[in-house]
T-cell receptor, first 112, second 115 residues
């Protein structure tokens, strides 16, 4: 089936530093999403993105978070500055329309 | 807010036995939720197993079935005879019809099938 790729698979970073998580969505998809999963908890929606704009964000999407998809390439999640509570697995997803979302394998982020 | 509750794992079952994973949902902000089962096999990413968008309908895939029951707000996943390759983590989720909103997931149920 369609594949979503995420780079890197793991990232360790010091608190206060900036991190960028990259997502390579399915090539013809138009809607993009980020989710966050803390160990032992359920995966939770952060934000979605369409036509160059954030459509909806949850209360987990802090001011330190930002998303973009420059020039139709990677869909990125940037956290600046990072905090200890940002340690989690971040999943990217994409969909062609307002329907089935396809997920990447996740980026495991550890903030020290 | 919306929520999904599913069978707490881990669930252990022998090959060729039946499996049921319960899922109930609460969709307070969505009038017509879409319901999904996603699966993560060991070492792989989350992938869609099946989805149903109409109450009363049944979805099926890879021998698994789930029926969208609006009266009981349930979407239980069943398989009559599991195989070792069904060992995975299963996630029930709900979303809004016609809107590219974020899905609401359950905690996931880890299933281990032994030969």
């Amino acid at each position: 089936g369609p594949k979503v790729l995420q780079i890197p698979s793991h990232q360790i970073i010091d608190m206060g530093q900036m991190v960028t998580l990259n997502c390579d969505p399915v090539s013809n998809h138009l809607y993009f999403y980020w989710y966050k999963q803390i160990l032992g908890q359920q995966m939770e929606f952060l934000v979605n993105f369409y036509n160059g704009k954030v459509m909806e964000k949850s209360k987990l999407f802090k001011d330190q978070f930002s998303v973009e998809r420059p020039d139709g390439s990677y869909f990125t999640l940037k956290i600046q500055p990072t905090a200890l509570e940002d340690s989690a697995v971040y999943f990217c997803a994409s969909s062609l329309r307002e329907d089935t979302q396809y997920f990447g394998p996740g980026t495991r982020l550890l903030v020290l | 807010g919306d929520s999904v509750t599913q069978t707490e794992g881990p669930v252990t079952v022998s090959e060729s036995e039946s499996l049921i994973i319960n899922c109930t949902y609460s969709a307070t902000s969505i009038a017509y939720p879409n319901l999904f089962w996603y699966v993560r096999y060991p070492g792989e990413g989350l992938q869609l197993l099946l989805k149903v968008i109409t109450a009363g309908q049944k979805g099926s895939s890879r021998g698994f079935e789930a029926t969208y029951n609006k009266e009981t707000t349930s979407f239980h996943l069943q398989k009559a005879s599991v195989q070792e390759s069904d060992s995975a983590v299963y996630y029930c989720a709900l979303g809004d019809r016609g809107y590219a909103q974020g899905l609401t997931f359950g905690l996931g149920t880890r299933v281990s099938v032994f030969p």
